[in-house]
């Protein structure tokens, strides 16, 4: 902790929660496990998150390629959703709860749960979390251009005024900065059809530590990593020196 530098905090880090399953087969546990074990981070680097001064916090809970996973295992992660999303961690550290992603795959019981929680944390001012629900990517983009479409279609939008600004306004993250930083546990080297649009300039970092065994000192290497880089946008190394 005395190596972070609490001026340079990211204000937007998105995480890719892999590695819960491995991890529970590691030790012989059964895969639902690794999701349980999962749950309980995510309310860790939730608290540590809010109290280092993040902004925005972004998870990966479920992706649409995630439907295809056996029902079992889908019905376990949806019901430790469902059972686990408590107001209190919000309430306790001051922080808005967001969601993303294809709401009509999910049953009206977790939407109204979804929504009721969105609903109670409206008024906090802390950090806001927002979690990636059956989401995917290409499927945000994909909805963004229909929406487009019929805009231009009926005339509320002229196709020569679709620019970067216009197609970053119709996603789901709407009007939430862009990712600073994107941490994926779990050993793989991929960003999994997660925030495609939103990454074109996001610092990433890759840990071999399983989802469950990420802690807070997990964090603070990361954050720690993402302030020894100098985020250049296109420019020269010298530019960015001389104008800070």
Not at 75 to 96: A, C, D, G
Not at 100 to 122: N, P, V, Y
Not at 137 to 148: D, G, H, K, L, V
Request: proline share 2%; with cysteine.
């Amino acid at each position: 902790m005395q190596q972070l530098d609490y001026n340079r905090i990211p204000a937007h880090v998105a995480m890719i929660m892999d590695g819960n399953g491995r991890w529970a087969k590691a030790k012989g546990l059964p895969r639902t496990a690794g999701h349980v074990e999962g749950i309980a981070r995510v309310k860790q680097i939730t608290e540590e998150s809010a109290r280092l001064g993040i902004k925005y916090l972004t998870v990966y809970a479920f992706s649409t390629e995630n439907w295809n996973r056996p029902m079992q295992e889908v019905e376990t992660l949806m019901n430790l959703i469902l059972t686990n999303l408590e107001e209190e961690i919000f309430i306790k550290n001051n922080v808005r709860f967001r969601v993303i992603g294809d709401m009509s795959r999910l049953s009206e019981t977790i939407r109204k749960r979804l929504q009721d929680c969105i609903d109670h944390t409206a008024a906090n001012t802390g950090m806001t979390m927002v979690v990636a629900l059956s989401y995917s990517s290409r499927w945000e983009i994909t909805n963004a251009a229909r929406q487009i479409a019929d805009e231009v279609k009926a005339g509320k939008l002229k196709a020569e005024d679709i620019d970067d600004e216009c197609i970053s306004r119709h996603l789901t993250t709407g009007l939430i900065p862009d990712p600073d930083l994107l941490i994926r546990t779990g050993g793989e080297l991929r960003i999994s059809n997660f925030l495609l649009w939103q990454c074109a300039y996001t610092e990433f970092y890759f840990t071999d530590e399983f989802w469950p065994d990420f802690n807070v000192e997990s964090l603070h290497r990361a954050i720690i990593d993402y302030q020894q880089r100098q985020r250049r946008f296109g420019k020269t190394g010298e530019q960015v020196t001389n104008e800070e």
